[in-house]
Nanobody, 125 residues
Framework: QVPLVESGGGLVQAGGSLRLSCAAP????????MGWFRQAPGKEREFVAA????????YYADSVKGRFTISRDNAKNTVYLQMSSLKPEDTAVYYC??????????????????WGQGTQVTVSS
């Protein structure tokens, strides 16, 4: 399959906003759950947010709840992560991931099937 492709990362000051995009061409996304994970240097990959394409149900890590919003655009075959009120501890490489055929949302990286290459988000003080 065509790989997932993330974009939208960059450098932002604390309190600022960024929107990450994940293009998923060639997939029947109604059969997928999509997730965002992040990984800082020396740390394990951490769950951020997930969305069921068919239902629109979402789930967020406690650390980002109320600040981040995951959404999808069927026409563009794209999932987004809108990040607001960014903090230095949000600094990480952010990865888009896809999971085929679930009826629930998983927070476990091992349960996702495909991954993007990652996009760097750096939040300065």
């Amino acid at each position: 399959q065509v790989p997932l492709v993330e974009s939208g990362g960059g450098l932002v000051q604390a309190g600022g906003s960024l929107r990450l995009s994940c293009a998923a061409p060639g997939r029947t996304l109604r059969n997928y759950a999509m997730g965002w994970f992040r990984q800082a240097p020396g740390k394990e990959r951490e769950f951020v947010a997930a969305i069921s394409w068919s239902s629109g149900n979402t789930y967020y890590a406690d650390s980002v709840k109320g600040r981040f919003t995951i959404s999808r655009d069927n026409a563009k075959n794209t999932v987004y992560l809108q990040m607001s009120s960014l903090k230095p501890e949000d600094t990480a490489v952010y990865y888009c991931a896809a999971r085929v055929g679930p009826s629930y949302l998983s927070t476990l990286a091992d349960e996702y099937d495909d991954w993007g290459q990652g996009t760097q988000v750096t939040v300065s003080s």
